[in-house]
């Protein structure tokens, strides 16, 4: 029956029959209109009550599937997780685009359940409005005035080399997990930035804390905390949420007595990290009667946020860069041949990276195909917004695809293969590509990006330098497997390698 029959009938059931019927007229029709001068959704998959499209999704690799559908549905399309709409961005051009051009609409942070019920819009990662604007502030001016970019920091990166190599040599070349390690040397370095000292790798409370933050990362990323995530109400007793609370709420405890020492030993006219002028510039706000964002739980969440995302990213892609190496030898060998030649046995510098184009195209290759971060954080948009024709409405979840970025057909020759060609001309210069967006870009790009750089640059050819790496004994560089294992950041499955010395 149509719309017209039933307000012909309607006219003789009664006036308010009646009036129902032209309300629902006037509404799909002002509908219409509204449709049509803001423009169409963005196209997708059709979803099912309740589940949405979480039938199609593989959810412990969600991006693959999300780079599949963005080949039918096009560079913007629409899905649904769960009830939650959700807005694809897919590609280099649309990715930049959305998050440089339109930097303000795009630049809101959404909520993820499991870590808002922690971090309750504290913090640096996870904040929006004024909160986040003065913590990335602040975090940006003090993570440069203790050592970002600066030689300071190049130095207590090469010192944290050496404490790294001694612990390589203790293996003998015998076959070891590197994972523990490497994420031990990362984390030092923004440990001495935040905490203003590093720790022995041998020291219980650091280790344990670098543990259980790899493992809070790792979680994360499992198809049952999604699942919580869209419905919390059918998941407040499963395993990994569970867990998950108990590592948090260890490592909160863990940095309020660390933050308690600190406080014990302050001196304000001369702070040691990003700790201590924090807690000197709450103390001003407050004797001043200033109500600000300078508060404990902001303090907690931020050191907890930049703890994290400083340790994880960097450490993984320095273990993908060394299993890399071993898979492929010939691409070792030519590292270590232009670094012999270049540097000799002295210390890489930062300023050496001009003079080694090969090795500098194997890291940024690196960063490429390990495509750590493939969907990035979750943007939300802060406005409605008409973008390439397609209308979003505020407060849509929308996610930059990164992976759709590294692995963009139409930018890269091989986006699926370890070809550190794509960073070299002809001549075998380096070259720049405006598709290596693995910090994504715009508003809420990494705030630790110079930082990363500058530790990758040092801590992969220093190690390159000492040893040389291969496959555990019996095992062929052709199995070494290259499927990341199940998480929010892409960590390279487990494996062991060999590490015999060359110097």
């Given at each position: 029956?149509?719309?017209?029959?039933?307000?012909?009938?309607?006219?003789?059931?009664?006036?308010?029959?009646?009036a129902?019927v032209?309300?629902?007229?006037?509404?799909?029709?002002?509908s219409?209109?509204?449709?049509?001068?803001?423009?169409?959704?963005?196209?997708?998959?059709?979803?099912?009550?309740?589940?949405?499209n979480?039938?199609?999704?593989?959810?412990?690799?969600?991006?693959?599937?999300?780079?599949?559908?963005?080949?039918?549905?096009?560079?913007?399309?629409?899905?649904?997780?769960g009830?939650?709409?959700?807005?694809?961005?897919?590609?280099?051009?649309?990715?930049?685009?959305?998050?440089v051009?339109?930097a303000e609409e795009?630049?809101?942070?959404?909520?993820?359940?499991?870590?808002?019920?922690?971090?309750?819009?504290?913090?640096?990662?996870?904040?929006?409005g004024?909160?986040?604007?003065?913590?990335?502030?602040?975090?940006l001016?003090?993570?440069?005035?203790?050592?970002?970019?600066?030689?300071?920091?190049?130095?207590?990166?090469?010192?944290?080399?050496d404490?790294?190599?001694e612990?390589?040599?203790?293996?003998k070349?015998?076959?070891?997990?590197?994972?523990?390690?490497?994420?031990?040397?990362?984390s030092?370095?923004?440990?001495?930035?935040?905490?203003?000292?590093?720790?022995?790798?041998?020291d219980?409370?650091?280790?344990s804390?670098?543990?259980?933050t790899?493992?809070?990362?790792?979680?994360?990323?499992?198809?049952?905390?999604q699942?919580y995530?869209?419905?919390?109400?059918?998941?407040k007793?499963?395993?990994?949420?569970?867990?998950?609370?108990?590592?948090?709420?260890?490592?909160?405890?863990?940095?309020?007595?660390?933050?308690?020492?600190l406080?014990?030993?302050?001196?304000?006219?001369?702070?040691?990290?990003?700790?201590?002028?924090?807690?000197?510039?709450?103390?001003?706000?407050e004797?001043?009667?200033?109500?600000?964002?300078?508060?404990s739980?902001?303090?907690?969440?931020?050191?907890?946020?930049?703890?994290?995302?400083?340790?994880?990213?960097?450490?993984?892609?320095?273990?993908?860069?060394?299993?890399?190496?071993?898979?492929?030898?010939?691409?070792?060998d030519q590292?270590?041949?232009?670094l012999?030649?270049?540097?000799?046995?002295r210390?890489?510098?930062?300023?050496?990276?001009?003079?080694?184009?090969?090795?500098?195209?194997?890291?940024?290759?690196?960063?490429?195909?390990?495509?750590i971060?493939?969907?990035?954080?979750?943007?939300?948009?802060?406005?409605?917004?008409?973008?390439?024709?397609?209308?979003?409405?505020?407060?849509?979840?929308?996610?930059?695809?990164?992976?759709?970025?590294?692995y963009?057909e139409?930018?890269?020759?091989?986006?699926?293969?370890?070809?550190?060609?794509?960073?070299?001309?002809?001549?075998g210069?380096?070259?720049?590509?405006?598709?290596?967006?693995?910090?994504?870009?715009?508003?809420?790009?990494?705030?630790?990006?110079?930082?990363a750089?500058?530790?990758?640059?040092?801590?992969?050819?220093t190690?390159?330098?000492?040893?040389?790496?291969?496959?555990?004994?019996?095992?062929?560089?052709?199995?070494?497997?290259?499927?990341p294992?199940v998480g929010?950041?892409?960590?390279?499955?487990?494996?062991?390698?060999?590490a015999?010395?060359?110097?």
């Open positions: 029956m149509g719309i017209f029959d039933l307000f012909l009938q309607s006219s003789s059931s009664g006036p308010l029959l009646g129902l032209v309300l629902l007229l006037v509404y799909f029709i002002s219409s209109f509204s449709s049509q001068e803001k423009g169409k959704d963005p196209p997708g998959p059709k979803p099912l009550p309740l589940l949405g979480l039938l199609q999704l593989d959810l412990k690799r969600p991006y693959k599937t999300l780079l599949e559908l963005s080949k039918k549905y096009g560079s913007v399309f629409t899905v649904y997780f009830t939650k709409k959700v807005v694809v961005l897919a590609g280099y051009k649309t990715v930049k685009e959305a998050l051009s339109h795009f630049g809101d942070r959404d909520q993820v359940y499991i870590v808002e019920e922690f971090n309750q819009g504290h913090g640096v990662l996870w904040s929006n004024d909160s986040w604007k003065d913590m990335r502030r602040f975090a001016t003090n993570l440069r005035d203790f050592g970002m970019g600066k030689r300071a920091c190049e130095d207590k990166i090469a010192e944290e080399c404490y790294l190599i612990v390589f040599k203790k293996f070349g015998k076959a070891f997990d590197t994972t523990q390690p490497i994420n031990y040397a990362v030092n370095i923004i440990c001495s930035i935040v905490y203003g000292s590093r720790f022995e790798y041998d219980p409370e650091f280790t804390l670098v543990d259980r790899n493992r809070n990362i790792q979680l994360v990323g499992s198809p049952s905390i699942i995530n869209l419905f919390p109400w059918i998941g007793w499963f395993h990994n949420r569970k867990e998950i609370q108990k590592l948090t709420m260890a490592n909160r405890q863990q940095n309020l007595r660390l933050f308690s020492r406080k014990e030993t302050l001196n304000p006219q001369m702070c040691r990290g990003f700790v201590d002028a924090f807690l000197v510039r709450k103390q001003n706000l004797e001043s009667g200033t109500n600000s964002h300078f508060h739980e902001n303090l907690l969440a931020t050191v907890l946020n930049l703890f994290a995302a400083g340790t994880d990213t960097t450490a993984t892609t320095l273990r993908w860069g060394l299993l890399l190496m071993a898979k492929y030898p010939k691409t070792q590292v270590q041949e232009e012999s030649r270049v540097i000799g046995s210390q890489v510098q930062l300023e050496d990276r001009k003079n080694l184009p090969f090795t500098d195209a194997v890291i940024h290759e690196t960063q490429r195909l390990a495509n971060v493939p969907m990035s954080l979750p943007h939300r948009t802060s406005r409605d917004i008409t973008f390439q024709g397609h209308f979003i409405k505020k407060g849509t979840t929308v996610y930059p695809l990164l992976t759709s970025v590294l963009d139409s930018e890269w020759e091989k986006p699926y293969s370890f070809y550190p060609a794509h960073f070299l001309d002809k001549d210069k380096f070259v720049k590509r405006d598709a290596f967006m693995p910090f994504s870009a715009g508003r809420r790009a990494c705030l630790g990006e110079s930082l750089k500058m530790e990758l640059f040092i801590f992969f050819p190690l390159l330098q000492h040893f040389r790496f291969s496959p555990a004994p019996g095992v062929s560089e052709d199995e070494l497997d290259l499927t294992r929010f950041t892409l960590n390279p499955s487990h494996h062991e390698l060999c015999v010395s060359c110097m």
